[in-house]
Antibody, heavy 118, light 107 residues
Framework: EVRLVESGGGLVQPGRSLRLSCVVSGFSFGENAMHWVRQVPGKGLEWVAGISWNGGTMVYADSVKGRFTISRDNARNSLYLEMNSLRAEDTALYYC????????????WGQGAQVTVS | EIVLSQSPAALSLSPGERATLSCRASQSISTFLAWHQQKPGQAPRLLIYDASNRPTDIPARFSGNGSGTDFTLTINSLEPEDFAVYYCHHRSNWRYIFGQGTKLEIK
């Protein structure tokens, strides 16, 4: 069974930092690109950041560039999102998602970690 | 930058009816378009990829069509569990772009 489990969310003051983790099981984590996508309750989906299978490529949305850092540890089947200089507008549910190897599509999603900046 | 526009924003139908949802890209994206379903309190679920391909665990009543700039998701004979929000998405230069969603409501 494929599982993606996020952790590390919480309530944080503006300007502070938070680190999200996503532990993956049930597929070959080290072979898949991974992404973070966020969603404000009641609103749509917003892609945040992505990282290649080996960590060699990292890409960010303009809204978080320079503040957020995506990373991975393939030995631990884990994906991370280091969030610095947090703003109220970063408040959202953060999902980790895997990119399929058969197409450019997000095929598996975690249940999300809530981040509230206030 | 590619923009995905979904229509309608909301659609009210009854169980057993057919739903047709639209996603339009601001420029041609070939068939690189996927659809997700999201129910309240749940993560998105992949329904269709490459415009018309269905993962093995997705029921056959879901179908996708289109290429270039115009795409449709059709749900035949709506089941009660199909009432949800549907998003189209596309990957462009490593970045994922989402449509704003269509809410499918029970009439």
């Amino acid at each position: 069974e494929v599982r993606l489990v996020e952790s590390g969310g919480g309530l944080v003051q503006p300007g502070r930092s938070l680190r999200l983790s996503c532990v993956v099981s049930g597929f070959s984590f080290g072979e898949n690109a991974m992404h973070w996508v966020r969603q404000v309750p009641g609103k749509g989906l917003e892609w945040v950041a992505g990282i290649s299978w080996n960590g060699g490529t990292m890409v960010y949305a303009d809204s978080v560039k320079g503040r957020f850092t995506i990373s991975r540890d393939n030995a631990r089947n884990s994906l991370y999102l280091e969030m610095n200089s947090l703003r109220a507008e970063d408040t959202a549910l953060y999902y980790c998602a895997s990119e399929a190897r058969y197409s450019y599509v997000l095929d598996q999603w975690g249940q999300g970690a809530q981040v509230t900046v206030s | 930058e590619i923009v995905l526009s979904q229509s309608p924003a909301a659609l009210s139908l009854s169980p057993g009816e057919r739903a047709t949802l639209s996603c339009r890209a601001s420029q041609s994206i070939s068939t690189f378009l996927a659809w997700h379903q999201q129910k309240p309190g749940q993560a998105p679920r992949l329904l269709i990829y490459d415009a018309s391909n269905r993962p093995t665990d997705i029921p056959a009543r879901f179908s996708g069509n289109g290429s270039g700039t115009d795409f449709t998701l059709t749900i035949n004979s709506l089941e009660p569990e199909d009432f949800a929000v549907y998003y189209c998405h596309h990957r462009s230069n490593w970045r994922y772009i989402f449509g704003q969603g269509t809410k499918l409501e029970i009439k």
